[in-house]
């Protein structure tokens, strides 16, 4: 069974995330730790994308989430 593809919307959110990596590269380093934590970061949220996928396939889901809104 091949994974279900991602959808417009996610495709979206990677490419807003890996242009938000190319800006971050473009400043000024105040520490060399924050490249390094920054890129942990993106990394961490493209999981998190790319998790999606696979959990609706599975129908692993959350139910009753407000579709993500911290509140």
Do not use: D, N, Y
Not at 38 to 65: K, Y
């Amino acid at each position: 069974m091949s994974e279900p593809p991602l959808t417009r919307e996610e495709q979206r959110v990677l490419k807003l995330l890996a242009e938000s990596w190319e800006a971050f590269r473009e400043l000024p380093v105040q520490h060399p730790a924050h490249v390094h934590e920054f890129a942990q970061a993106i990394r961490t949220a493209q999981r998190l994308v790319m998790v999606r996928p696979t959990a609706r396939g599975t129908g692993t889901q959350e139910v009753g989430t407000s579709r993500g809104r911290i509140t």
